[in-house]
């Protein structure tokens, strides 16, 4: 989204190396190229929840989702 866009790009500290950032897709990736869409949807909610508490670690005034 614009949104996550904007923190990575408005925010370079919370993401110094993008490498990494990239590579917490890779399990996204790998269940979609394995055509099972539940799995998909449990990580790619997974993933979200992983960021968020990441980036409340990092800015406590952001809050809940």
């Known amino acids: 989204t614009q ?3 904007f923190m990575v790009i408005a925010q370079p500290h919370r ?3 993008l ?3 990239a590579d917490t897709h890779l399990p996204i990736v ?3 190229e394995r055509g099972e869409p539940e799995a998909a949807m449990a990580v790619v909610s997974a ?3 992983s960021m968020w508490r990441d980036f409340v ?3 406590p ?3 809940p989702p």
């Open 19 to 21: 490498a990494v950032l």
């Open 15 to 17: 993401y110094p190396d």
């Open 30 to 32: 790998d269940v979609l």
């Open 47 to 49: 993933h979200i929840e």
């Open 3 to 5: 949104v996550q866009r």
């Open 61 to 63: 005034a952001a809050g």
């Open 57 to 59: 670690r990092l800015d």
